[in-house]
């Protein structure tokens, strides 16, 4: 029986997890390459960035795409919290989109009517892990030209009409948790999914004191 409230974690990885503890490489090292390389073929994208935290990913997302003070940043109020402390880390404005009736997701035709000159990305957020409608969210950041980002947290493993959360084929940047209760999970962590290899290689430089 898997417990309701107790982390489910198999037995057979001792093996594993004991070797990589002796392996004089906790953060860094091959056991990390070869989780972003599987990463990236889970959801046909290989420009992956294991993280120390979701939010690090969000934070990474929101420095790529140029947030800074004085910017707007449109989300969702129904999400955890640490979903926007980033966005205030920045030192940006979060505006509130209204969310959906039926899924509880963030309203696109709401977050059109928030769009400002001030505005500087959009976040989405797919909560319970089932995702927004990227469709209308990618014709609207792709008419006004904004980044989107996504907050996969719930959502490792969903797919938006067959294509992986995470491919970024609808948004720029996708973020997935690995905290204790999520899906998929190392006791803490998480993962950002880039769409460009030149975001991929810049975030590399910015995740770890500009080590590549």
């Known amino acids: 029986m898997i417990p309701l409230f107790k982390v489910f974690v198999n037995r057979g990885i001792n093996d594993s997890l004991l070797m990589t503890i002796h392996s004089g490489w906790l953060g860094e090292g091959k056991k990390a390459k070869v989780f972003e390389e599987k990463l990236g073929k889970?959801?046909?994208?290989p420009y992956c960035l294991a993280l120390s935290a979701g939010t690090h990913g969000l934070h990474l997302a929101l420095v790529l795409a140029g947030v800074g003070e004085g910017d707007e940043v449109i989300t969702t109020?129904?999400?955890c919290t640490a979903t926007n402390w980033p966005i205030l880390y920045q030192k940006a404005r979060i505006v509130w989109a209204d969310i959906k009736v039926d899924d509880l997701n963030i309203d696109p035709s709401d977050v059109e009517r928030k769009i400002t000159e001030k505005t500087k990305a959009i976040m989405c957020v797919h909560w319970g892990?089932?995702?927004?409608d990227m469709?209308?969210?990618s014709n609207i950041v792709i008419n006004y030209k904004l980044p989107l980002i996504e907050d996969a947290a719930h959502a490792f493993g969903a797919t938006y009409h067959n294509v992986p959360v995470g491919n970024c084929t609808f948004a720029d940047y996708t973020m997935f948790s690995f905290q204790a209760i999520k899906h998929l999970t190392c006791g803490d962590g998480g993962a950002?999914?880039?769409k460009t290899e030149e975001d991929y290689k810049r975030a590399k430089l910015l995740r770890w004191y500009g080590i590549d």
């Not at 889970?42 to 994208?45: A, E, K, L, T």
């Not at 892990?129 to 927004?132: F, K, Q, S, V």
């Open 42 to 45: 889970r959801v046909s994208n």
């Open 129 to 132: 892990g089932y995702p927004c």
């Open 77 to 79: 109020p129904l999400t």
């Open 192 to 194: 950002l999914f880039v």
């Open 135 to 137: 469709n209308e969210l």
